[in-house]
């Protein structure tokens, strides 16, 4: 029993940030088409948010005959996205959280024996949200694979009731 030791460390670690103040103004769609995914590239501060942080427009579903996506413009469901993306302000997007984790660490135990370690380490991130990828439909148009997803999509009417795939 001497010779046999087990060790276990918990790491723990948490963030919380906020813009304070940031002079410049983008448009809404940047938020949300370009930046704020916590997936590098651009970012446009938004003051009282995180750095990073994931943003999207209002979902009405899929169009039930045609199978198109639907969102909100004042009020009312719309198909009309041009519309629906110029003119999104703070108020008519939903912020879900930040891209980035705000609790991480790993738990880890190191088994050892006379001189020789075993050390596992599972790690963990919590308290953010992500944009999964999904159907881009340019590249299947273009023969160079697409997702998953594709075989997913709505065909029928009737289908948007199990997905939510354009």
Same mark, same amino acid.
């Given at each position: 029993a001497g010779d046999f030791r087990w060790r276990t460390d918990w790491l723990l670690s948490g963030v919380k940030e906020k813009v304070t103040d940031f002079e410049l103004e983008y448009p809404v769609s940047s938020l949300i088409n370009y930046g704020m995914s916590g997936n590098? +590239?651009? *970012?446009y501060p938004v003051v009282g948010r995180p750095l990073f942080a994931v943003y !999207? *427009?209002? #979902?009405a579903g899929l169009n039930p005959e045609t199978g198109a996506p639907q969102g909100y413009w004042d009020g009312d469901v719309s198909e009309d996205y041009r519309t629906i993306i $110029?003119?999104?302000?703070?108020? !008519?997007?939903? *912020?879900h959280g930040s891209a980035r984790p705000t609790t991480f660490g790993s738990l880890r135990n190191t088994l050892s024996y006379? +001189? @020789? &370690? @075993? &050390?596992? $380490?599972i790690s963990y991130r919590f308290g953010y949200y992500f944009r999964r990828s999904s159907? /881009? *439909?340019v590249p299947i @148009? /273009?023969?160079q694979g697409g997702h998953a997803d594709f075989g997913l999509r #709505? /065909?029928?009417p009737g289908d948007e009731a199990q997905t939510q795939i354009p």
């Amino acid at each position: 029993a001497g010779d046999f030791r087990w060790r276990t460390d918990w790491l723990l670690s948490g963030v919380k940030e906020k813009v304070t103040d940031f002079e410049l103004e983008y448009p809404v769609s940047s938020l949300i088409n370009y930046g704020m995914s916590g997936n590098g +590239g651009d *970012y446009y501060p938004v003051v009282g948010r995180p750095l990073f942080a994931v943003y !999207s *427009y209002p #979902w009405a579903g899929l169009n039930p005959e045609t199978g198109a996506p639907q969102g909100y413009w004042d009020g009312d469901v719309s198909e009309d996205y041009r519309t629906i993306i $110029n003119d999104a302000d703070m108020e !008519s997007v939903k *912020y879900h959280g930040s891209a980035r984790p705000t609790t991480f660490g790993s738990l880890r135990n190191t088994l050892s024996y006379k +001189g @020789l &370690s @075993l &050390s596992m $380490n599972i790690s963990y991130r919590f308290g953010y949200y992500f944009r999964r990828s999904s159907v /881009q *439909y340019v590249p299947i @148009l /273009q023969g160079q694979g697409g997702h998953a997803d594709f075989g997913l999509r #709505w /065909q029928e009417p009737g289908d948007e009731a199990q997905t939510q795939i354009p």
